[in-house]
């Protein structure tokens, strides 16, 4: 924008300084024609003077010079012709009288010549008198020969007259010739005087005038003229300080000093920004040499517009190759016979001819005009990531970074990426790179099968010893691991305890990829000494054949989970391969799954109540809130199916809500002395709302905080973080009672049972089915209710069927039991008949 305006103003100056120069000549031309002109009209005057003066002299000499001669030799000879006729008169001598006569006629005949070629018409009216006079003069010299006296008296009178008439007449003609000489004379004074007048009024003026002021106003210019000459050079040596003269002046100069001066001002904003782009090249050159990345930029035609001191030295590169106008095909010459020092002298032409090439491959590249980034890796091992930028005008830039550190520490991230850090073992991800390149580039004739399986009870092992020792766990699994297949198979740690393993099955491949998975079993199974711990756990193995069991590896993996879902359904400890039929099951899961989140929605659950006896008054202390959904096909299916479900789908915390609400609203309608315990899954704990559900269930249904019983399982001890023990501490400070379900059967250790506030600990009932066998499973609940006692804690014998196993329950010291041999668990309206059959039963007991 500003450039345009400069160049703008440029052109108006240099187009005004063009006019006013214009102007400065023309004025400068007019006064020298001024000058030209009063030289002229001085030289004209003189001429005319000069003219008339030589026509007055002509005049002079023509007319009256000549008459004024005439009339004076006319005298001069009428008074000798006078003396002559006058003195011969009185001689009276004939001969001296004739001799006399005869010098009489011939001054006579001069005079009459004289008064012939005069042309004065005064003078030659003299002629006729002349001649009179003559006759006179002829008649007296007659009558004087003749002696006749008289006559001669009389023609001499006459004669004398005539004379004296003559001698009148030629002195006035003379007087008028001189008169009019006289007048030519004063005349061409005259004109003198008006000569002189005019040069004085034409040259004086114009050599007074003209010529001090025209040198004035020529030096005036010549000196602004210089000033301003001046100030162009000091701007065009880029001196916009100086000052301009004339700004103010209102004529031409004045003029070209303003135009000078939008001259100097642009001048200025030209200064300006170059000093501005000289800065920023500095800059520039500063970022550009400062850049970790090497640069360099080339035209259309290959040459180096520029580069960074990081491209040569990235390049080994010569400083000469570093100057603008280098060509490309020049640059990677050098580049290669620094590579090849030995080889390029000799193939020069060769490899010149291959640059040649390569550049025209990369010109047709940059043709596409989108950026692309390749990788060059130098003969000493560097690599190079070079981004190349195509430009508009057919060149382009090159970024070059040398990211062999980068590289190695990229490979190694990969490495590590593609391994999984505890173990050592693949990680998911290489794993099922692993498949996936298997899928793309393996024929049939190379089955690949997958093994699939995580730990059971590996959590339980890690929230009871510490993730240290379950990271030692995991490590010895891959030892054992690596210890039961061979060295190419592919063991991967999928995250957690999940396991896979990719290997080529030898023979048969679903039984020989079985064979494989019972070997990892039994590996598996056997216990695990971690700092003298014996510690046991299993595994299940699902088998998927690749190809066989599904299209890609997605498909292969996901069979391969749904077999290892079938392995743990049907028995820990079980290898199933991929059968098509499992899918019936999945189906059949996902109906399940979305019919309970359809009962949650319209309410179709219910609760069923099992007492809880004491045993020792045969009194029902409490009944169990145990919650049943019939499916409208299925009929009962049980909670340990659909409360896990509810947990996935996260239906819980809805569901546990509804739960404590409705088994307190259930108890309130029981005999008082009756209390209700409701199950609360590990998952409500997750949200912070199970206070707030039991506050809410006791409000509503207006029962005591101390007839609500909270049943949990180790599951939540296991996540033995504060806010679990916030919760269990709030709830037992709000007067309900805790008991911890199904004791013995999780890896829960028994120094919780100090840390955290239990009134009552539920023995499972596979300790009490096995006390009858004499498998120590009595002591063990003798044990658990010694300590129970020592902490304050009563102890609830579950699952008692008969008689022998209330009385062993009994025995151990426990003090209640329920079981199907005191009732089954019956709906809401069976419970006091339910409570009334315990009581009744204690009594035929006892
Ligand atoms: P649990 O809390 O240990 O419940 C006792 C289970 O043992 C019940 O199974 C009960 O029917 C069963 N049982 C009682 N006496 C005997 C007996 O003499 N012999 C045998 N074989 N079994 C007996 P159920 O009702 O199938 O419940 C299974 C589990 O589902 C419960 O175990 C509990 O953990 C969970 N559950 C049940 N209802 C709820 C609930 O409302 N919320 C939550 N979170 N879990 C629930
Ligand atoms: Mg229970
Ligand atoms: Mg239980």
Redo the contacts with the bound molecule.
């Keep these: 924008m500003s450039s345009y305006g400069a160049a703008g103003r440029f052109g108006e100056g240099r187009s005004g300084i063009m006019a006013i120069s214009k102007l400065i000549s023309v004025r400068l031309g007019a006064t020298v024609a001024l000058l030209v002109a009063t030289v002229i009209a001085v030289s004209l005057a003189a001429l005319i003077y000069l003219h008339s003066a030589e026509e007055a002299a002509r005049g002079i000499k023509r007319h009256d010079a000549v008459a004024a001669g005439a009339a004076a030799d006319i005298a001069v000879l009428l008074e000798r012709h006078r003396r002559l006729v006058e003195t011969a008169l009185l001689d009276r001598d004939p001969s001296a009288l004739d001799q006399r006569r005869q010098s009489a006629e011939r001054i006579g005949m001069l005079i009459t010549t004289l008064l012939s070629n005069n042309h004065d018409t005064s003078v030659s009216l003299l002629r006729d008198d002349f001649d009179a006079l003559t006759a006179s003069a002829r008649a007296a010299f007659f009558a004087a020969r003749e002696k006749e006296q008289s006559e001669v008296q009389r023609h001499k009178t006459q004669y004398t007259a005539l004379a004296n008439r003559l001698q009148e007449t030629v002195r006035s003609s003379r007087n008028t010739s001189l008169r009019s000489a006289t007048e030519t004379l004063i005349l061409l004074e005259r004109r003198g005087e008006d000569l002189r007048f005019l040069i004085l009024a034409t040259a004086l003026p114009a050599l007074l005038l003209l010529g001090p002021i025209s040198l004035l106003i020529v030096a005036g210019i010549i000196r602004r003229i210089n000033q301003l000459t001046y100030g162009m050079r000091r701007v065009a040596l880029n001196d916009t300080t100086i000052a301009l003269p004339a700004l103010d002046d209102g004529d031409e100069i004045g003029d070209m000093a303003r135009a000078l001066e939008v001259f100097r001002n642009n001048a200025e904003t030209l200064v300006r920004n170059a000093k501005e782009i000289e800065r920023l090249n500095a800059w520039f050159d500063i970022a550009l040499n400062n850049m970790a990345r090497g640069l360099s930029m080339f035209d259309a035609h290959g040459r180096l517009v520029v580069c960074n001191r990081q491209y040569l030295e990235l390049y080994q590169l010569t400083p000469a190759l570093g100057q603008p106008g280098t060509h490309i095909v020049d640059i990677a010459m050098s580049r290669a016979a620094r590579s090849h020092p030995d080889a390029v002298v000799a193939c020069e032409a060769e490899t010149r001819a291959e640059m040649v090439a390569w550049f025209d491959t990369l010109r047709q590249r940059l043709a596409l005009g989108t950026p692309f980034s390749q990788q060059q890796i130098l003969p000493d091992g560097r690599t190079i990531d070079i981004h190349v930028q195509p430009l508009d005008d057919g060149g382009w830039v090159d970024l070059h970074e040398d990211i062999t550190e980068a590289d190695r520490a990229k490979r190694r991230i990969t490495e590590l990426a593609s391994s999984d850090t505890l173990t050592g073992l693949a990680n998911r991800r290489q794993f099922m790179g692993a498949l996936e390149a298997w899928y793309h580039g393996s024929d049939d004739s190379r089955p690949m099968a997958v093994l699939w399986f995580d730990l059971d009870r590996f959590k339980a092992v890690n929230d009871t010893y510490g993730h240290p020792v379950g990271d030692t766990l995991l490590r010895l699994v891959a030892k054992r691991l690596r210890a039961t297949v061979r060295g190419d198979d592919l063991i991967a740690r999928l995250g957690g305890d999940e396991f896979a393993i990719l290997l080529e099955p030898m023979g048969e491949p679903v039984a020989a990829a079985e064979i494989v998975g019972r070997r990892v079993i039994a590996a598996l199974s056997q216990p695990f000494d971690i700092d003298g711990r014996q510690i046991t756990v299993g595994a299940s193995v699902g088998v998927a054949i690749a190809r066989v069991h599904g299209a890609t590896a997605d498909d292969l993996l996901q069979n391969a989970d749904i077999a290892l879902y079938r392995a743990k359904t049907s028995g820990r400890g079980t290898v199933v391969a991929y059968q098509t039929e499992f899918e019936q099951t999945i189906k059949a899961q996902r109906q399940l799954e979305s019919d309970l989140r359809l009962a949650v929605e319209k309410g179709e659950l219910m609760?069923h109540y099992?007492p809880i006896v004491d045993l020792q008054t045969g009194q029902v202390v409490s009944c169990?809130?145990?919650?049943r959904w019939r499916h409208r096909d299925q009929g009962m299916i049980?909670?340990?199916v659909f409360?896990p479900m509810a947990e996935d789908l996260g239906l819980?915390e809805h569901?546990?809500a509804w739960?404590l609400k409705q088994a307190c609203l259930d108890a309130a309608t029981w005999p008082r002395g009756t209390k209700v315990a409701?199950?609360?899954?590990a998952s409500?704990f997750a949200s912070r709302d199970l206070v707030s559900a039991a506050l809410a269930a006791l409000a509503t249904s207006g029962l005591e905080p101390e007839r609500l019983e909270v049943?949990v399982?180790e599951l939540v001890l296991l996540r033995d973080d504060a806010s679990t023990l916030d919760t269990l501490n709030t709830l037992s400070a709000l007067g309900i009672s805790i008991a911890l379900?199904?004791f013995g059967t999780g890896y829960a250790s028994l120094s919780y049972l100090r840390r955290f506030p239990f009134n009552k600990i539920?023995i499972d009932?596979s300790f009490i089915r096995d006390m009858k066998n004499g498998s120590g499973s009595a002591t063990i609940v003798r044990a658990i209710v010694n300590l129970a006692n020592t902490l304050g804690m009563t102890t609830v014998a579950?699952?008692?069927?008969t008689l022998s196993e209330r009385d062993a329950a009994r025995h151990a010291g426990c003090h209640a039991a329920?079981?199907?041999?005191y009732s089954?668990?019956v709906p809401p309206d069976a419970v006091a008949a339910a409570i009334a059959d315990c009581s009744n039963r204690y009594d035929a007991a006892a």
């Design positions: 609760l099992q169990e809130a145990l919650m049980s909670p340990a409360i819980i569901l546990g739960a409701v199950n609360v899954s409500q049943e399982t379900d199904d539920k009932q579950e699952g008692i069927e329920q079981g199907y041999y089954r668990p």
